[in-house]
Every structure is written in structure tokens, then in C-alpha cells.
T-cell receptor
Framework: GQSLEQPSEVTAVEGAIVQINCTYQ??????LSWYQQHDGGAPTFLSY????GLEETGRFSSFLSRSDSYGYLLLQELQMKDSASYFC??????????FGKGTSLLVTP | DAGVTQSPTHLIKTRGQQVTLRCSPK?????VSWYQQALGQGPQFIFQ???????QRGNFPDRFSGHQFPNYSSELNVNALLLGDSALYLC????????????FGPGTRLTVT
């Protein structure tokens, strides 16, 4: 079977750093994707980790530990526009993105 | 470079009716996936099409069917609509070798009354 856990809500202050954790259980794990979705908008691809370690893309970084079935998304220098839902999506041997309920991030002034 | 486009934007149907949603993938993409997103939930995978064939299907009943055309565009058909089918339907396109990086369209908001 498959399971996915993320915090439902996270609140952080503008300019701060926030980490959104993701633990997963899936058979035939290939890698972990992260997507951002603003209210009323479409999901947008942020990053993909196939190997253990940290991937950095601008203010966003994503980390994966395959042995712990764990990953996180790190957002630095938070801006108001970062308020959105964030989804981790483990990839198994298929082609689907397996989203959970996601994490709602609220950035406050 | 046009991104993923979907039509219509909004749709209101009556229970028992049938609906067809349309999607044009991002230029250069050959694979189209469909997702259903209920309010407050993450997108749920319906199916994926590649080379005009259904390549993988999620946990959705046979009332949900699709098609991919030679130009890679796709349709999602839902028969015998139920109130529970009310949701945002998202189309995503990708390259066959990069299934983890999918580009989503703005979605079609379907309301079943």
C-alpha cells in the first residue's frame, strides 16, 4: 500500500525559513516531487529528488533520505507570495503523481 | 510557448448527464494525465495517456473515460454524473521520460446539481 504524511498547516513570518516535512511509504520508490499550488491556481512543479541529499533551486531546497522514507522542502527568505499549499508526491514504478492532502503555508507580515 | 490549456473553464451539469472536458498539452509534450481535485484535497490521479493509449489508471470507476488524439490533445469523459463528481479537473502534460515533472493546466471547475 501507500501512505503519505505532511503537516496540514504551517505558519511562518515573512523573511523567515520554513521546513515542510514529508514521510511516505510506497512500493517501488523512484523519487519525490514537490509542487506548489496557490488558491484557485494550478499545481506548479518545484523540484524532484531521485537520490539522497539536498537539491537547491533559488530560495527553495528539497531534501531526500531514501533509507528513512523522508523528505522535506525548505523555503528561505519567505515572501508573502509563498503562501500556498505544498504537496510532496512520491513516485513509484508507475506514472502518476500521488498527492496527499498537502501542507497549507501561511506567511504573515 | 503555450502552456497547458483546458476548456471549458467552468461547467454546470445535472446529475445523470454526461460531460466532456478538453486539454491541450504544453508544446513538445507527448503525455497527458488527468486529475480530480476536491475542495481542500490534493489532486487524485484519474489516468494517463501516451501514444493514444491509456497507460495507467487510478482508482476511478469506468464512468470516467478518456482519449488522446494524434496531436497529443486529450479529452476526459464522465458519464452518469453524480453529485460527488463536483470538483476541479486538472490536466497535466509531461514528457514520457519525465513523469515526475508535470505541467498543469488551470483546470475545469465542474459543478453537478
Amino acid at each position: 500500500g501507500q501512505s503519505l504524511e505532511q503537516p496540514s498547516e504551517v505558519t511562518a513570518v515573512e523573511g523567515a525559513i520554513v521546513q515542510i516535512n514529508c514521510t511516505y511509504q510506497t512500493s517501488g520508490f523512484y523519487g519525490l516531487s514537490w509542487y506548489q499550488q496557490h488558491d484557485g491556481g494550478a499545481p506548479t512543479f518545484l523540484s524532484y529528488n531521485a537520490l539522497d541529499g539536498l537539491e537547491e533551486t533559488g530560495r527553495f531546497s528539497s531534501f531526500l533520505s531514501r533509507s528513512d522514507s523522508y523528505g522535506y522542502l525548505l523555503l528561505q527568505e519567505l515572501q508573502m507570495k509563498d503562501s500556498a499549499s505544498y504537496f510532496c508526491a512520491p513516485r513509484d514504478s508507475g506514472y502518476a503523481l500521488n498527492f496527499g492532502k498537502g501542507t497549507s503555508l501561511l506567511v504573515t507580515p | 510557448d503555450a502552456g497547458v490549456t483546458q476548456s471549458p473553464t467552468h461547467l454546470i451539469k445535472t446529475r445523470g448527464q454526461q460531460v466532456t472536458l478538453r486539454c491541450s498539452p504544453k508544446s513538445g509534450h507527448d503525455t497527458v494525465s488527468w486529475y480530480q481535485q476536491a475542495l481542500g484535497q490534493g489532486p487524485q490521479f484519474i489516468f494517463q495517456y501516451y501514444e493514444e493509449e491509456e497507460r495507467q489508471r487510478g482508482n476511478f470507476p469506468d464512468r470516467f473515460s478518456g482519449h488522446q488524439f494524434p496531436n497529443y490533445s486529450s479529452e476526459l469523459n464522465v458519464n452518469a454524473l453524480l453529485l460527488g463528481d463536483s470538483a476541479l479537473y486538472l490536466c497535466a502534460s509531461s514528457l514520457v521520460g519525465n513523469p515526475y515533472e508535470q505541467y498543469f493546466g488551470p483546470g475545469t471547475r465542474l459543478t453537478v446539481t
